[in-house]
């Protein structure tokens, strides 16, 4: 659901960066308030473990299609709406300007979609009145998938509001609203299954920290974080070979509304100037190394490739997972710093 700069009009993309840079700065102003150093390195790694997750595909039965976690829920629901918004931010980021997924105008909407939904809709509304430290299996099993796909829901007409009010391509709102929302519920349930395996794990080893408020959650232990940080290396490193080739559920309701999985963007103003310079940023493209991209793009419609066993992908995922950890964790020690300096 990553949007590119193709689909959002000046307007619409400026509109968006200043909605998205006031949640910043008000998530900012609240972990600022929150006496909870430990909160750092949790930033960090969860960050680098959802950065990672993102880059495995999963193939969608019977549709031609594919999809990845978003991990909002999991964010908000190890870290709180705050943290999490913080650290969708610093991953979505990291992907638009090393790796060229998402477009730098289409930023402002792609945390939004991506963050704000999960964190401050679907999270308080449906996943808290679910989950605590006493609920059951099928309750934090339920209550996950539920949230998930609420989140993944709004996220996905989200991108269909904000394409039809640019008003720069041709997609039919109907059209497209009809595909973007069934293949977006297949990507919920699977985004609310993986949410509910790993917050089942942390409520087995730390009960205690689904069972209190956000602003004084405890952190989870070292052997955990370190636990997280071992499998986001295998997760980038070898796994993501195996991510299904398919084009995942945004371009695949482009393709099968316009016909084309990429629509041409503005060849002048804003649109230019943001992708040339998305090209001097972005060092891998596709997340390979950029002698390699056109041949990447080719095995993307050849399933016969699967796995893609890439040096330039592995590199890519460590390197990523890598940069999402310092940006996350950096953000948690800057407000921390200035919370002392106050």
């Known amino acids: 659901m990553h949007m590119a700069d193709a689909l959002i009009s000046p307007a619409v993309g400026g509109t968006m960066w200043a909605v998205t840079g006031g949640l910043i700065a008000w998530c900012a102003k609240k972990i600022r308030a929150v006496h909870e150093d430990r909160l750092i390195p949790m930033m960090g790694v969860l960050g680098a473990f959802v950065f990672t997750a993102q880059m495995i595909n999963f193939t969608i039965p019977a549709t031609g299609s594919s999809g990845h976690l978003g991990g909002g829920l999991l964010l908000t629901a190890l870290l709180g709406p705050y943290a999490a918004f913080l650290v969708m931010a610093s991953i979505l980021t990291v992907q638009a300007l090393f790796f060229a997924d998402g477009g730098l105008l289409a930023l402002g909407c792609n945390i939004f979609n991506l963050g704000f939904f999960p964190a401050f809709i679907a999270y308080p509304l449906i996943y808290r009145i679910f989950v605590n430290a006493s609920s059951s299996r099928l309750r934090l099993w339920s209550g996950s998938v539920l949230a998930a796909v609420a989140g993944l829901q709004l996220g996905a007409f989200a991108v269909v509001l904000e394409t039809t009010l640019s ?45 209190v408020q956000d602003a004084e959650r405890p952190t989870m232990t070292r052997r955990a974080l370190i636990w997280l940080i071992l499998i986001a290396v295998l997760l980038g490193g070898v796994v993501s070979w195996f991510a299904s080739g398919r084009l995942d559920g945004l371009e695949w309701s482009l393709k099968k509304t316009t016909g084309h999985e990429d629509l041409p ?78």
Not at 296 to 314: C, I, K
């Open 167 to 211: 008003g720069i391509s041709d997609l039919s709102f109907s059209t497209f609203v009809l595909l973007m929302q069934p293949i977006h519920l297949a990507i919920g349930v699977v985004e609310g299954l993986a949410t509910a395996a790993v917050v089942s794990v942390v409520m087995h080893a730390r009960p205690e920290t689904l069972a």
């Open 265 to 342: 963007a503005p060849e002048e103003g804003i649109h230019s100037y943001l992708a040339q310079w998305q090209e001097k940023t972005a060092f891998f493209p596709d997340y390979t190394f950029k002698a390699e991209e056109a041949e990447s793009g080719l095995q993307q419609e050849d399933e016969s490739a699967w796995p893609t066993v890439d040096a330039g992908t592995s590199f890519s995922g460590l390197l990523g997972g890598l940069i999402t950890l310092a940006v996350a964790a950096g953000i948690g020690y800057s407000l921390q710093a200035r919370r002392k300096n106050e």
